[in-house]
């Protein structure tokens, strides 16, 4: 029984974590759908070479959606001609950092992990792009415009019916799968049982074997990640967990694997452990080198559950409604 009750309070955590990031995500792609041209995701990100991966690794790294929030965003560049390559590299550059991100990585972890995260996810972001570049690419439909009669909408129910209608119901199955996944592991396994193992490779292959399928949001993790290093582990060891969790969980690798293929997602799965631990490995050689990395005495605050159990509310109505409307059309 106290399992069971673990695993829904698991579910529930993973829920509440999500909810503010997946709702922003669905608000952005609905920006996106009205504000960014679909003629400039195919004339710069729908191309194979290594050009669109670039742009758009260079569009996700500055963006604050974590690796649920950013799902809707690569949905929306993925129907409108967006490759294989640069759907991944947004997927994975994207959820490890953001301006947000960086603002409290310089505060809680020096500027030199600040600076060597945005960069690292720029970096990997550019790797798998050109990577998932190699598979080919199947006939899509391609996405059809708007009609007339749904353009002479109101910009604001435009923008609210794509974000959460629209791609909230192409995603909500998947997306309510892999919750119940990441619920059932996150509600058994305690992030910060990792500063207990140590700072070698053995170190980095358990943080990152654990760290894979759980749901850690990027900003939310550098807290934990700050104690860890505080505990004496390597910055190394402590990045591998602070790109595995946001970049990789079990909540979006069913929707990945719908979006860009089952064979790209096991690829995109495997490239992203293994970045992760080429990038700590890079980071403990380069420590020495870089601006001062020192963790700041974290001060424990009350969680703030309120908004973010009205937040996981409103996510699981969006879902069910934006899956109800989208069977409708």
């Keep these: 029984m106290q399992i069971f ?6 579910c529930w955590t ?8 997946l709702l922003l995500g669905f608000f952005l792609s609905g920006l996106l759908s009205v504000m960014l041209p679909v003629s400039w995701v195919k004339t710069h990100l729908a191309r194979r070479g290594k050009g669109a991966v670039i742009k758009s690794a260079l569009l996700g790294v500055p963006l604050p959606l974590c690796s649920c929030g950013v799902l809707p965003v690569a949905t929306w560049i993925r129907r ?14 994207t959820p490890q950092t953001g301006v947000d991100g960086f603002l409290v990585a310089l505060g809680l972890l020096g500027l030199g992990f600040a600076v060597f995260i945005p960069a690292a996810a720029l970096l990997s972001g550019i790797v798998l792009g050109l990577i998932l570049n190699l598979f080919p690419e199947q006939a899509r439909p391609a996405e059809e415009p708007e009609p007339v009669k749904a353009n002479v909408r109101p910009l604001p129910v435009r923008v609210l019916r794509h974000g959460f209608v629209v ?8 997306l ?3 919750i119940l996944v990441a619920g059932v592991i996150s509600g058994l396994v305690e992030p910060e049982q990792f500063s207990q193992i140590g700072s070698g490779i053995s170190a980095k292959l ?9 749901y850690v949001c990027a900003t939310a993790s550098l807290p934990v990640g700050a104690s860890m290093l505080l505990a004496g582990l390597s910055p190394g060891t402590v990045f591998v967990f602070l790109m595995a969790g946001p970049a990789t ?11 860009i293929g089952r064979r790209e997602a096991v690829t995109y799965l495997t490239c992203a452990i293994l970045l992760a631990l080429g990038m700590g490995m890079l980071l403990d050689a380069v420590a020495p ?20 159990s009205v937040a996981a509310v409103a996510l699981v109505g969006v879902l069910a409604v934006g899956k109800y409307l989208r069977e409708r059309d």
Excluded: C
Excluded at 80 to 93: E, I, M, R, V, W
């Design 5 to 10: 009750m673990d695993i829904v309070n698991g």
């Design 14 to 21: 993973t829920l509440q974590m999500m909810a503010p990031y």
């Design 80 to 93: 409108h001609g967006a490759s294989k390559g640069a759907t991944g590299a947004f997927l994975l550059a």
């Design 167 to 174: 791609i909230a119901g192409d995603i909500a199955v998947p």
């Design 176 to 178: 309510a799968v892999g």
């Design 206 to 214: 358990l943080v990152v074997l654990a760290a894979t399928p759980l």
């Design 249 to 259: 969980n079990a909540a979006t690798f069913t929707t990945i694997s719908k979006l």
């Design 289 to 308: 080198v870089l601006p001062e990395i020192s963790p700041a005495h974290l001060h424990h605050h009350e969680e703030e559950s309120l908004w973010r």
